[in-house]
């Protein structure tokens, strides 16, 4: 039997998560492989979006190392504007999207944006960059990162993408946002869910 890294497993792991047929707004780094790994597997009608304007319906031919490489462009079954990806999205066709997160917290919130008091952060994170809407809009949603405390918190600095809010019963539709929220946190070393 070969040896695995952390990472690699978390793609197979995050792979199971999209289904056949699925419409997956794809995401940068180990998305990409997921994506992959899945078409390749078990899910071979899986299409892939992507925030820069691109569906793909079989992976790319080669490495991607973000998700405008040309190899990405080459073959794509749709090539168009950010806005038309985003779109798709508004009108409730992505069945799976992957978020990054610097912190998570048990309701499956994620920040993005700072940690620390917001008048002088201690960290300045890059901000939403599209995982709102992928929050706000997807059918369902999974975030992968390192399994570290500093990362699984109580309750996030600030909710840059909402999951269940605090937790109380119908908070998303409470608060207007379409999509069903997070299905999993894939971890180094678990996959946390949420009860339906």
């Known amino acids: 039997m070969s040896?695995?890294?952390?990472?690699?497993?978390?793609?197979?792991?995050?792979?199971?998560?999209?289904?056949?047929?699925?419409?997956?707004?794809?995401?940068?780094?180990?998305?990409?492989?997921?994506?992959?790994?899945?078409?390749?597997?078990?899910?071979?009608?899986?299409r892939g979006l992507f925030e820069v304007g691109l569906m793909r319906d079989q992976p790319a031919s080669r490495f991607l190392g973000t998700m405008g490489d040309p190899p990405n462009v080459v073959g794509a079954l749709w090539a168009t504007r950010m806005s038309n990806a985003m779109a798709l999205m508004a009108q409730g066709n992505v069945d799976l999207?992957?978020?990054?997160?610097?912190?998570?917290?048990?309701?499956?919130?994620?920040?993005?944006?700072?940690?620390?008091?917001?008048?002088?952060?201690?960290?300045?994170?890059?901000?939403?960059?599209?995982?709102?809407?992928?929050?706000?809009?997807?059918?369902?949603?999974?975030?992968?990162?390192?399994?570290?405390?500093?990362?699984?918190?109580?309750?996030?600095?600030?909710?840059?993408?909402?999951?269940?809010?605090?937790g109380t019963p119908r908070w998303r539709q409470r608060h207007g946002l379409l999509g069903g929220g997070p299905a999993a946190i894939i971890t180094t070393l678990a996959v946390l869910r949420f009860p339906d």
Do not use: C
């Open 3 to 46: 040896e695995y890294s952390p990472q690699e497993l978390m793609v197979a792991v995050a792979s199971r998560e999209i289904r056949d047929g699925d419409l997956v707004f794809v995401g940068m780094r180990l998305p990409i492989l997921a994506y992959a790994v899945a078409r390749n597997s078990h899910a071979p009608a899986a």
């Open 97 to 166: 999207g992957f978020i990054g997160g610097a912190e998570v917290d048990r309701f499956g919130n994620l920040n993005t944006s700072y940690v620390g008091d917001p008048g002088r952060p201690r960290v300045k994170l890059p901000g939403s960059g599209g995982g709102a809407d992928i929050a706000i809009l997807s059918r369902r949603w999974v975030t992968l990162m390192g399994h570290e405390r500093r990362r699984l918190v109580e309750r996030v600095a600030f909710i840059t993408s909402p999951g269940y809010g605090d």
